[in-house]
């Protein structure tokens, strides 16, 4: 599943993508990338929704790949994934 955020992420996008996410996948097990190449910045709203809708899924999610070259997001990332226990990797890109 790849998720691809804007310059900003507000508190409203969080939610909205992270009830995409929760109804995309179901009950399956899943690999979630997250696009944040272009990201510089998040409201603690938005991943505070990852957070919530995630933690029950916790056990379904392989691992979390991310895109992202600033350092706040690059930590958000990095706080989400030790929250939840989830394995994370950085990359350079979701392509190929």
């Given at each position: 599943?790849?998720?691809?955020?804007a310059a900003h992420v507000s508190a409203l996008d969080?939610?909205?993508?992270?009830?995409?996410?929760?109804a995309e996948v179901g009950d399956r097990p899943f690999s979630l990338?997250?696009?944040?190449?272009?990201t510089r910045g998040y409201e603690s709203g938005a991943r505070l929704a990852w957070q919530d809708a995630l933690w029950?899924?916790?056990?379904q999610?392989?691992?979390l790949v991310v895109v992202t070259f600033s350092p706040v997001p690059r930590m958000g990332v990095s706080m989400l994934a030790a929250f939840?226990?989830?394995?994370?990797?950085?990359?350079e890109s979701l392509e190929g």
């Open positions: 599943m790849i998720v691809r955020f969080g939610q909205e993508s992270a009830r995409a996410l929760v990338h997250l696009d944040l190449g272009r029950p899924r916790r056990s999610v392989r691992e939840l226990g989830i394995p994370c990797r950085h990359v």
